[in-house]
T-cell receptor
Framework: EAGVAQSPRYKIIEKRQSVAFWCNPI?????LYWYQQILGQGPKLLIQ????????DSQLPKDRFSAERLKGVDSTLKIQPAKLEDSAVYLC???????????FGPGTRLLVL | QKEVEQDPGPLSVPEGAIVSLNCTYS??????FMWYRQYSRKGPELLMY????GNKEDGRFTAQVDKSSKYISLFIRDSQPSDSATYLC????????????FGKGTMLLVSP
Protein backbone atom coordinates (compact mmCIF):
# COMPACT_ATOMS: atom_id res chain seq x y z
CA GLU A 1 0.00 0.00 0.00
CA ALA A 2 1.49 3.33 -1.05
CA GLY A 3 1.89 5.91 1.69
CA VAL A 4 0.90 9.55 1.81
CA ALA A 5 2.68 11.49 -0.91
CA GLN A 6 3.64 15.15 -0.63
CA SER A 7 5.36 17.57 -2.94
CA PRO A 8 7.53 19.49 -3.11
CA ARG A 9 9.81 18.17 -0.37
CA TYR A 10 11.60 21.50 0.05
CA LYS A 11 10.71 25.07 -0.82
CA ILE A 12 12.54 28.34 -0.25
CA ILE A 13 10.69 31.60 -0.90
CA GLU A 14 10.93 35.24 0.07
CA LYS A 15 8.42 36.84 2.42
CA ARG A 16 5.25 38.11 0.76
CA GLN A 17 5.53 35.49 -1.99
CA SER A 18 2.94 32.74 -2.37
CA VAL A 19 3.49 28.99 -2.17
CA ALA A 20 1.40 25.86 -2.60
CA PHE A 21 1.82 22.34 -1.28
CA TRP A 22 0.23 19.19 -2.63
CA CYS A 23 -0.86 16.01 -0.85
CA ASN A 24 -2.08 12.68 -2.17
CA PRO A 25 -3.51 10.56 0.68
CA ILE A 26 -3.59 6.79 0.97
CA UNK A 27 -6.21 5.38 -1.39
CA UNK A 28 -9.60 5.06 0.25
CA UNK A 29 -8.81 7.32 3.19
CA UNK A 30 -11.74 9.66 3.79
CA UNK A 31 -10.08 11.96 6.30
CA LEU A 32 -7.18 14.24 5.42
CA TYR A 33 -5.22 16.53 7.73
CA TRP A 34 -2.72 19.34 7.26
CA TYR A 35 -0.35 20.03 10.14
CA GLN A 36 2.28 22.70 10.69
CA GLN A 37 5.38 21.59 12.60
CA ILE A 38 7.70 24.41 13.66
CA LEU A 39 11.24 23.37 14.58
CA GLY A 40 11.31 21.95 18.10
CA GLN A 41 7.52 21.71 18.34
CA GLY A 42 4.94 19.01 17.87
CA PRO A 43 2.64 19.12 14.84
CA LYS A 44 -0.25 21.56 15.08
CA LEU A 45 -3.44 20.83 13.15
CA LEU A 46 -4.27 23.48 10.55
CA ILE A 47 -7.25 21.89 8.84
CA GLN A 48 -9.12 18.57 8.73
CA UNK A 49 -11.22 17.35 5.80
CA UNK A 50 -13.80 14.60 5.83
CA UNK A 51 -14.07 13.66 2.14
CA UNK A 52 -14.19 17.11 0.50
CA UNK A 53 -15.80 18.94 3.43
CA UNK A 54 -13.98 20.89 6.13
CA UNK A 55 -14.45 19.48 9.65
CA UNK A 56 -12.05 21.70 11.60
CA ASP A 57 -10.15 24.76 10.43
CA SER A 58 -10.17 26.61 13.74
CA GLN A 59 -6.36 26.99 13.80
CA LEU A 60 -5.93 27.93 10.14
CA PRO A 61 -4.82 31.57 9.69
CA LYS A 62 -7.50 32.26 7.14
CA ASP A 63 -6.17 35.68 6.16
CA ARG A 64 -3.21 34.02 4.46
CA PHE A 65 -3.75 30.25 4.40
CA SER A 66 -6.25 28.36 2.29
CA ALA A 67 -6.79 24.68 1.56
CA GLU A 68 -9.02 22.63 -0.65
CA ARG A 69 -9.70 18.98 -1.29
CA LEU A 70 -11.41 18.67 -4.61
CA LYS A 71 -13.23 15.40 -5.29
CA GLY A 72 -12.33 14.17 -1.81
CA VAL A 73 -8.91 12.87 -2.82
CA ASP A 74 -5.87 15.15 -3.38
CA SER A 75 -5.48 18.33 -1.41
CA THR A 76 -3.55 21.57 -1.75
CA LEU A 77 -2.52 24.02 0.96
CA LYS A 78 -1.66 27.57 -0.08
CA ILE A 79 0.01 30.43 1.74
CA GLN A 80 -0.37 33.93 0.32
CA PRO A 81 1.45 36.10 1.30
CA ALA A 82 4.07 34.17 3.28
CA LYS A 83 5.61 35.54 6.47
CA LEU A 84 8.92 34.66 8.11
CA GLU A 85 7.09 32.81 10.90
CA ASP A 86 5.56 30.42 8.34
CA SER A 87 8.94 28.66 8.09
CA ALA A 88 8.09 25.13 9.18
CA VAL A 89 7.45 21.59 7.97
CA TYR A 90 3.96 21.13 6.56
CA LEU A 91 2.75 17.59 7.14
CA CYS A 92 -0.16 15.91 5.45
CA UNK A 93 -1.81 12.90 7.08
CA UNK A 94 -4.74 10.69 6.20
CA UNK A 95 -6.91 8.13 7.95
CA UNK A 96 -9.69 5.78 6.86
CA UNK A 97 -12.06 7.70 9.11
CA UNK A 98 -11.73 10.26 11.86
CA UNK A 99 -10.50 8.75 15.15
CA UNK A 100 -8.65 6.03 13.21
CA UNK A 101 -4.88 5.86 12.88
CA UNK A 102 -3.36 8.80 11.04
CA UNK A 103 -0.61 8.06 8.53
CA PHE A 104 1.75 10.91 7.84
CA GLY A 105 3.58 11.90 4.70
CA PRO A 106 7.25 12.99 4.69
CA GLY A 107 6.32 16.66 4.84
CA THR A 108 7.26 19.77 2.89
CA ARG A 109 10.01 21.83 4.48
CA LEU A 110 9.35 25.56 3.89
CA LEU A 111 11.88 28.29 4.50
CA VAL A 112 10.71 31.90 4.19
CA LEU A 113 13.53 34.44 3.84
CA GLN B 1 -0.22 25.98 31.04
CA LYS B 2 0.03 24.04 27.78
CA GLU B 3 -2.43 21.20 27.29
CA VAL B 4 0.38 18.67 26.81
CA GLU B 5 3.83 18.99 28.37
CA GLN B 6 6.81 16.94 27.21
CA ASP B 7 10.50 17.38 28.01
CA PRO B 8 12.30 18.07 24.69
CA GLY B 9 15.55 16.41 25.80
CA PRO B 10 17.84 15.36 24.23
CA LEU B 11 17.99 12.14 26.20
CA SER B 12 21.23 10.24 25.62
CA VAL B 13 21.54 6.60 26.66
CA PRO B 14 23.89 3.70 25.88
CA GLU B 15 22.71 0.79 23.77
CA GLY B 16 20.77 -1.74 25.85
CA ALA B 17 19.47 0.78 28.37
CA ILE B 18 15.83 1.04 29.43
CA VAL B 19 14.38 4.35 28.29
CA SER B 20 11.48 6.17 29.93
CA LEU B 21 9.67 8.94 28.05
CA ASN B 22 6.86 10.90 29.65
CA CYS B 23 4.09 13.41 29.05
CA THR B 24 1.70 15.21 31.33
CA TYR B 25 -1.58 16.76 30.25
CA SER B 26 -4.18 19.06 31.71
CA UNK B 27 -7.34 18.32 29.70
CA UNK B 28 -9.38 15.61 31.45
CA UNK B 29 -11.39 15.11 28.23
CA UNK B 30 -8.48 13.26 26.62
CA UNK B 31 -9.37 9.59 26.28
CA UNK B 32 -7.05 8.18 23.61
CA PHE B 33 -3.28 8.32 23.98
CA MET B 34 -0.66 7.70 21.33
CA TRP B 35 3.08 7.65 20.91
CA TYR B 36 4.59 8.57 17.55
CA ARG B 37 8.19 8.14 16.46
CA GLN B 38 9.67 10.70 14.08
CA TYR B 39 13.01 10.16 12.39
CA SER B 40 14.90 13.17 11.10
CA ARG B 41 13.29 14.64 7.96
CA LYS B 42 10.46 12.11 8.05
CA GLY B 43 6.81 12.26 9.07
CA PRO B 44 5.67 10.82 12.42
CA GLU B 45 4.73 7.12 12.51
CA LEU B 46 2.40 5.59 15.08
CA LEU B 47 4.12 3.36 17.65
CA MET B 48 1.56 2.73 20.35
CA TYR B 49 -2.14 3.48 20.86
CA UNK B 50 -3.92 3.13 24.20
CA UNK B 51 -7.35 3.92 25.55
CA UNK B 52 -7.99 4.71 29.19
CA UNK B 53 -5.63 3.80 32.03
CA GLY B 54 -3.31 0.81 32.21
CA ASN B 55 -0.41 -0.74 30.36
CA LYS B 56 -0.02 -1.96 26.80
CA GLU B 57 3.00 -3.91 25.59
CA ASP B 58 4.28 -4.42 22.05
CA GLY B 59 7.68 -6.06 21.75
CA ARG B 60 10.28 -3.84 23.38
CA PHE B 61 7.76 -1.01 23.87
CA THR B 62 5.36 -0.52 26.79
CA ALA B 63 2.88 2.34 26.97
CA GLN B 64 1.44 3.31 30.34
CA VAL B 65 -1.47 5.64 31.06
CA ASP B 66 -2.39 7.02 34.48
CA LYS B 67 -5.50 9.14 33.96
CA SER B 68 -5.82 9.98 37.66
CA SER B 69 -2.43 11.71 37.50
CA LYS B 70 -2.84 12.85 33.88
CA TYR B 71 0.49 11.21 33.08
CA ILE B 72 1.53 8.89 30.27
CA SER B 73 4.79 7.04 29.69
CA LEU B 74 6.56 5.06 27.00
CA PHE B 75 9.20 2.55 28.04
CA ILE B 76 11.72 1.12 25.60
CA ARG B 77 13.60 -1.99 26.70
CA ASP B 78 16.98 -3.01 25.30
CA SER B 79 17.28 0.26 23.39
CA GLN B 80 19.04 0.16 20.01
CA PRO B 81 20.82 2.87 17.98
CA SER B 82 17.95 2.54 15.48
CA ASP B 83 15.62 3.83 18.22
CA SER B 84 17.34 7.23 17.96
CA ALA B 85 14.52 9.57 16.95
CA THR B 86 12.10 12.11 18.35
CA TYR B 87 9.19 10.60 20.28
CA LEU B 88 5.94 12.55 20.28
CA CYS B 89 3.05 11.89 22.61
CA UNK B 90 -0.39 12.72 21.27
CA UNK B 91 -3.89 12.56 22.68
CA UNK B 92 -7.47 13.15 21.69
CA UNK B 93 -10.94 13.23 23.17
CA UNK B 94 -14.00 11.07 22.75
CA UNK B 95 -15.97 12.71 19.97
CA UNK B 96 -15.81 11.50 16.40
CA UNK B 97 -13.93 14.48 15.04
CA UNK B 98 -11.63 15.26 17.97
CA UNK B 99 -8.27 16.51 16.86
CA UNK B 100 -4.91 15.21 18.00
CA UNK B 101 -2.96 17.38 20.43
CA PHE B 102 0.77 16.68 20.31
CA GLY B 103 3.54 17.24 22.81
CA LYS B 104 6.74 18.97 21.67
CA GLY B 105 8.56 15.65 21.35
CA THR B 106 11.58 14.20 23.16
CA MET B 107 14.75 13.60 21.15
CA LEU B 108 16.33 10.24 22.05
CA LEU B 109 19.92 9.37 21.19
CA VAL B 110 21.06 5.77 21.70
CA SER B 111 24.81 5.36 21.38
CA PRO B 112 26.39 2.02 20.37
Amino acid sequence: EAGVAQSPRYKIIEKRQSVAFWCNPISGHATLYWYQQILGQGPKLLIQFQNNGVVDDSQLPKDRFSAERLKGVDSTLKIQPAKLEDSAVYLCASSRASQETQYFGPGTRLLVL
Amino acid sequence: QKEVEQDPGPLSVPEGAIVSLNCTYSNSAFQYFMWYRQYSRKGPELLMYTYSSGNKEDGRFTAQVDKSSKYISLFIRDSQPSDSATYLCAMTGQSGYSTLTFGKGTMLLVSP
